[in-house]
């Protein structure tokens, strides 16, 4: 079977951004702060002294079904230099996350509560579906999805 089992993104302060994911989109932590050092990850990141820490945020609906619907927040801990380069939306590569829902309106209130920032007004498609894009305390796009 091919799902997709969660999405990475890599942030600067694990901390924040995971209580940041958990306040606005009511997600479970399946695992904090997991520090990890293999083969795989020096060849990753070109550095035998890297470690690489790890939590994993899964929302209810994947807790619920026991797969999927998972972020992965990675921070990278090495003596080599990164530069951070904000990126507009329409560059080619991932650049954003959709998340459904219930309620765009409160869910742009706690985005702005805890350090994101409304890049676009809610707009209302014809079908009745509304939507929005916000960016969490780091800058990592999120688009806001409410279905009717």
């Known amino acids: ?11 600067e302060d694990i901390e924040k951004e995971s ?3 958990k306040k606005c989109f009511q997600m479970i932590a399946v695992s904090e702060k997991q520090k990890d050092r ?13 470690e690489i820490i790890t939590t994993k945020l899964i929302t209810p ?17 090495s003596h080599v230099e990164h530069l951070r380069i904000p990126s507009p939306i329409y560059n080619t590569g991932m650049m954003h996350i959709a998340i459904g829902v219930e309620d765009i309106e409160q869910v742009m209130d706690l985005i ?16 009745g579906n509304r939507f929005a894009f916000a960016i969490d305390p780091e800058g990592n796009w999120l688009e806001l999805i409410e279905r009717h």
């Open 19 to 21: 209580e940041f994911y």
């Open 61 to 77: 609906v994947g807790k619920q079904n026991g797969q999927g619907d998972m972020i992965e927040l990675v921070k990278i801990i």
């Open 38 to 50: 293999n083969i795989l990850l020096d060849e990753l990141l070109e550095h035998e002294d890297s």
């Open 112 to 127: 702005i509560q805890n350090g994101g920032c409304s890049k676009t007004k809610i707009v209302t498609h014809a079908n």
């Open 1 to 11: 079977m091919l799902n997709i089992r969660h999405v990475g993104i890599y942030v």
